[in-house]
């Protein structure tokens, strides 16, 4: 069938198409539209998923790939669940991430409900809060590296103070008991703004009106706070504590920044020695099973954690 030169300019689809077009349901044109965009994220991101768990049943080297590849089930589990090595790695991930969440949502919701107060200055103060999560990790890392340096070290001279060492050769992230504290005062600094975002936002879906009510109860403003203010803005904290607690486990680059995992191993964290499992010693099977025990503990405690969180806005 041929078409004229108008329908043709126009953009017209031609007339069977159009009937074809016309004769679809709404549930098949959203298929098609959505179809692209789900065989690319299998593409990205099942298949890898998928592969890496066949490489965590073989001993493959990647660094060695015309060496014959020997199925060993699931020897590589059992190697890093009865390794004391990786148990130190698991509870050093669990110190960081326990104190971060803690101390990011504590100081996140107390400036949160600072800045919810209006006060002359409130958004030059809000902008200067939000800028150290502008910063990208390299910089955050070289910065504080710098304060953490003998002699120049703003923290080295306080914490030196406190426990009688000498400023001028103390350095906190040379100090195996205080290297792991080193990195939690860097996340926080970097990470606590993020966290009060969070929180201003469930500030300020807040109704005033509930507080009006509770001031005509003559409620005092420390029973409004935990009666109101937390309950309500509890699960914009719980959401805080997800998004904090998924990209803290998988934490990297200011580790290495400040510590490069030492001393003595005190500040490795699982991902530190997930990429030296596999792109120093290259035993890619092997740390492909630790990617799958990563994976599996981080979806299995997040699917509980949203389940509660969902439990809590149905209230």
Request: with cysteine; net charge positive.
């Amino acid at each position: 069938m041929t078409h004229t030169p108008v329908e043709r300019a126009s953009g017209v689809p031609p007339k069977p198409l159009a009937r074809r077009i016309r004769g679809l349901s709404d549930r098949s044109i959203a298929w098609i539209f959505v179809a692209p965009t789900i065989l690319l994220l299998l593409a990205v991101n099942i298949f890898p998923l998928i592969w890496t768990i066949r490489l965590s049943f073989t001993d493959y080297r990647v660094n060695r790939p015309n060496r014959d590849v020997e199925w060993v089930g699931l020897a590589n589990y059992e190697r890093i669940l009865t390794d004391p090595t990786i148990w130190k790695t698991m509870q050093a991930t669990a110190h960081f991430l326990l104190w971060t969440i803690v101390l990011q949502v504590v100081i996140g919701f107390a400036l949160a409900f600072l800045i919810n107060k209006k006060f002359r200055g409130n958004d030059l103060w809000t902008t200067i809060i939000v800028l150290p999560m502008m910063l990208s990790p390299a910089v955050v890392g070289n910065f504080w590296t710098f304060l953490y340096q003998p002699q120049i070290g703003l923290f080295n001279y306080v914490v030196a103070f406190f426990t009688g060492a000498d400023p001028a050769s103390f350095s906190m992230i040379a100090d195996v008991n205080l290297a792991p504290w080193a990195i939690v005062i860097a996340d926080t600094w970097m990470w606590t703004p993020f966290v009060m975002l969070i929180c201003l936002a469930g500030l300020r879906s807040i109704p005033d009106s509930i507080y009006e009510a509770a001031e005509c109860d003559r409620a005092s403003k420390w029973r409004q706070f935990w009666t109101i203010t937390v309950p309500m803005a509890l699960p914009f904290l719980m959401l805080a504590v997800l998004f904090r607690g998924i990209e803290n486990f998988k934490m990297f680059d200011l580790v290495v920044q400040l510590t490069g995992g030492g001393p003595g191993n005190t500040t490795t964290l699982t991902s530190i020695d997930l990429k030296r499992e596999a792109f120093e010693k290259w035993r890619t099977g092997y740390s492909s099973a630790y990617a799958v025990i990563l994976f599996v503990t981080v979806f299995g405690l997040a699917s509980i954690y949203v389940k509660a969180l969902n439990k809590v806005k149905e209230r």
